[in-house]
């Protein structure tokens, strides 16, 4: 079970397996984004990714281990990350505007560095955004605050905006080991890797997942996430035909009871990640696109377009290879009910 520091470091150790990944764009500093296939030759295929958000590692790790751990005859393509650059860390995201990158001992050197290098566009208590070259850069995450009409923000449209993480306790995801990214599309709405699916104007990383679905047509979509919490649970997606609803509903529950039987917490049966999400058995809710807003995120987008798809959500609080542990063994239960869709 690797955890990765750098995206180089994944991609060395993706070539030390033997795998091939072929690049399907690039990032804007030039790093490649790639895919990997893998499994069989069996259509339709499968697709898997992770690391959309930068902070969520366990994914990653997951999406990589399936490379080599996933048994099946179907085609598999996997993008095991999503964001590059976050991955780097936060000094990495800095070291596209400034050269050399800043060195950044703890949090507190982020603020006084914004002030002294940037032209600062908002400031207010202990939050600081700065523009630097090309990008914004915060020291807080303001994803929740921002209602897209301020007036600062104006500068920062077309642009990327990061900052660091500042969770504390969280395996594989220290203090700016991570740079989350949000994205300001040119209307100046703020949003972040993880959306753009069905908008003219997108992100190269958000390109790259849209092309390659389309070009693989995916009959199962599997996008591995985390959440902030110390519990398991995953988002399905109602389906555009009777036959795919009830396959999606058949995953859905020997995912959710495989994990239970495994001993993993689920979410509490209270738990609802939000006002648009319906529950269905514990640890299981269905997710509504439309009443969310924001425009659609890969599954989203993979359930209107392609067919059966989840969002799978480990809990960061908990020990780094159990989550990688129980990411993979739902999908691995998702891909035994689906090959039995396609059997014969």
């Not at 203090?175 to 949003?191: H, K, N, T």
């Not at 979509?221 to 035909?241: I, K």
């Not at 439309?290 to 020990?319: C, H, I, Q, W």
């Amino acid at each position: 079970m690797p955890l990765f520091d750098r995206y180089t470091d994944l991609l060395d150790h993706i070539h030390a397996k033997g795998h091939t990944p072929k690049t399907l764009g690039r990032t804007p500093d030039g790093q490649a984004i790639v895919a990997i296939k893998s499994g069989g030759d069996k259509s339709p295929a499968i697709f898997i990714s992770a690391g959309s958000h930068s902070t969520e590692q366990a994914g990653v790790s997951a999406a990589v281990d399936l490379l080599d751990e996933l048994d099946t005859e179907h085609q598999v393509y996997t993008i095991p990350d999503r964001d590059p650059i976050g991955m780097n860390g936060f000094a990495y995201a800095l070291g596209l505007s400034l050269d050399p990158p800043p060195v950044l001992n703890n949090l507190d050197d982020v603020g006084p560095l914004l002030r002294e290098r940037g032209e600062v566009l908002y400031e207010k208590d202990e939050i600081v955004v700065a523009i630097i070259g090309e990008y914004g850069y915060s020291t807080h995450n303001l994803y929740y605050d921002l209602k897209g009409d301020e007036a600062w923000l104006a500068a920062l449209k077309g642009r990327r905006l990061y900052f660091p993480n500042r969770d504390p306790g969280i395996e594989g995801t220290d203090f700016l080991q991570r740079a989350y990214a949000l994205i300001i599309d040119p209307s100046g709405e703020v949003l972040h890797i993880n959306r753009f699916h069905d908008t003219p104007w997108a992100p190269v990383e958000s390109r790259c997942t849209r092309d390659l679905m389309a070009a693989i047509t995916p009959g199962l979509t599997l996008d591995l996430h985390e959440h902030g919490g110390d519990s398991f649970w995953f988002s399905a997606r109602h389906q555009q035909n009777d036959d795919d609803q009830q396959w999606e509903e058949n995953m859905a529950e020997a995912m959710i009871t495989a994990v239970a039987a495994s001993g993993a917490a689920l979410a509490p049966e209270e738990y609802l990640p939000g006002s648009f999400f319906t529950r269905g058995p514990r640890g299981v809710y269905w997710l509504n696109a439309g009443k969310r807003g924001e425009g659609l995120n890969l599954v989203d987008f993979a359930a209107r377009t392609y067919g059966p798809s989840f969002t799978l959500e480990t809990g960061m609080k908990l020990p780094f290879a159990e989550r990688v542990a129980t990411s993979k063994l739902a999908v691995k239960k998702a891909v035994e009910i689906f090959a039995q869709r396609y059997a014969g």
